[in-house]
């Protein structure tokens, strides 16, 4: 079996489960094989939900491009079973890719936190002109 192809862990994790905590030390993605997860961030005490990932999306992979610290929280919605990426083993394979690739990912990164603060901005200004 081609060493690229070796899957080093896989693991089940039930409705309800939190994954990713924010602000806790990063290291690994998880790519989700079944189930689904939601993505948030917690501002002034609430809950920004920032995404909703399914079977063949990736989350968590803010650490497989040396983020130190979790952006945001994951949790289960459904039973899921997972793949582990360590980043490690990205940084591997994005060594042996072209420099062109390289680039256009780190600006998608940028992008997407760019985009995150934009969504929690946007919810506590709304929020909070609900409550005037």
Known sequence: MAKDRVILERRFV??????IKEGEEAYSAYLIQSGKVGVYTLKD???VQLAE???GEICGEMAL???DSRAA???T???CNLIVITRSAFEEKL????PTIRAVMHMLIKR????NADIVEFFLKNDSSDED
Not at 112 to 115: A, I, P, R, V
């Open 73 to 75: 929280n994951v949790k």
């Open 45 to 47: 005490g609430k809950e």
């Open 65 to 67: 491009i040396g983020e």
């Open 95 to 98: 060594r042996h890719s072209d």
């Open 77 to 79: 919605l459904e039973d």
């Open 112 to 115: 997407l936190k760019t985009s």
């Open 14 to 19: 039930p409705k309800g489960s939190v994954i």
């Open 53 to 55: 990932l399914g079977m």
